[in-house]
């Protein structure tokens, strides 16, 4: 594989040499930031440069190029892979109730017996998690890889972004085939439980209505003395553990991300089953860089000095809220780490997915997550 990352727009904004000799069907290329009005802007700027390649990638307010990139940029990073195969495949999504019945679609688009690996970016505002793993793993060959990222809303658009443009309300995928491609992650959380452990006793998908008999809303109210709009924003601090008996105490973590017109629920990032014992989060700033370096660390070991490639970064939302001023740190920590012929790129997340059919596999909500794509 040879890798180039590059920007469009913003301070940075560089050029990528000999672009012709870059593009192919052996080609691709990720992209995360500003996609820019349509017609026009940064996305289609890319379009033009690769009309041959596959694109796909996802918005956010932050994005990452080898470190922290100026917000309005779009950053971008082209793979040329030289044994390998890709193909292209999308699904919309309109309701939740659809996240089963698209993890089928996607899957019977992409499947094939050399299929290593699937790469997604998903509009997550009405993804259920679970439910598109689950049609994905009755489509694909066990032990397929997926991972990816859920979009966040930049300039008041939360798309995903492919070879036909920035779509909301869709899941876009990458599938990548042969026996030389491989692609693996490594997660940090960072977060500390804190508080007596309470009971969902009311809830529906993402959907929570009641802790422990009483209104979730009131809950969070007497731990953030808020409500509202402002309760929402305080609440991505402060995120919800779900415990998982069958793994050795593991926690799940779901954070906040929306309210019900009747100021009753809560939406999180991820289902949280009726019946679950939970815990809130807390974290220090220090703890998340510590993480996001660790995580980088177990990434390298398995990396091969000379090998070119690159690692695909997903921060969260909440974490940049916790980190303020300090929020570069944590992308800059795990820069630091990974051996510097990995190219670097992401950006601030909504949730990470990373998976294997067969095996375990879950969203990763409020983590930092790092994902290899190699060939060799």
């Not at 598109?132 to 972004?161: D, I, N």
């Not at 050795?248 to 009753?264: L, T």
């Not at 800059?332 to 670097?344: D, G, I």
């Amino acid at each position: 594989m040879i890798a180039a990352v590059f920007e469009l727009g913003g301070p940075g904004a560089s050029a990528l040499p000999s672009v012709p000799w870059f593009d192919g069907e052996s080609t691709l290329v990720l992209a995360f930031g500003a996609p820019g009005p349509s017609p026009g802007g940064h996305l289609h700027e890319l379009r033009t440069m690769f009309p041959r390649a596959a694109i796909l990638g996802a918005s956010t307010p932050h994005p990452y190029l080898d470190g922290p990139c100026a917000e309005g940029a779009l950053a971008c990073a082209a793979l040329r892979f030289e044994q390998s195969r890709l193909r292209r495949a999308s699904v919309q999504l309109l309701r939740a109730e659809q996240s089963h019945q698209a993890g089928i679609e996607l899957g019977s688009q992409l499947d094939h017996p050399e299929l290593q690996a699937v790469l997604l970016c998903a509009d997550g505002s009405v993804l259920r998690s679970t439910s598109l793993l689950r049609g994905l793993g009755s489509s694909l060959p066990p032990g397929t890889v997926v991972a990816g990222g859920l979009a966040l809303e930049q300039g008041g658009l939360s798309a995903v972004l492919d070879n036909d443009g920035a779509h909301g309300h869709c899941i876009v995928a990458v599938g990548l085939y042969g026996e030389r491609v491989h692609v693996r992650g490594a997660v940090s959380k960072g977060w500390q439980r804190f508080g007596p452990r309470r009971r969902v006793t009311r809830a529906s998908g993402p959907w929570v209505y009641e802790l422990d008999d009483r209104p979730v809303v009131r809950v969070y109210e007497e731990y953030l003395g808020r409500g509202g709009a402002a309760l929402l924003e305080a609440a991505l601090r402060m995120p919800l553990g779900l415990h998982d008996p069958s793994r050795d105490g593991a926690v799940a973590v779901r954070s906040v991300v929306g309210m019900d017109e009747h100021g009753i629920a809560l939406s999180f990032s991820g289902e949280v089953p009726q019946g679950a014992e939970v815990q809130f989060l807390r974290a220090r700033k220090q703890a998340l860089i510590d993480g996001a370096a660790r995580a980088a660390e177990r990434l390298s070991r398995g990396m091969r000095g000379e090998q070119s490639g690159c690692v695909l970064a997903f921060g969260q939302r909440g974490r940049h809220l916790v980190m303020g001023l300090r929020a570069p740190e944590e992308v800059e920590a795990a820069r630091a780490v990974l051996p510097q012929t990995m190219s670097l790129i992401g950006g601030v997340s909504a949730g990470a997915l990373l998976a294997r059919v067969g095996g375990e596999g879950e969203l990763y909500g409020e983590s930092f997550t790092l994902l290899e794509i190699a060939e060799g």
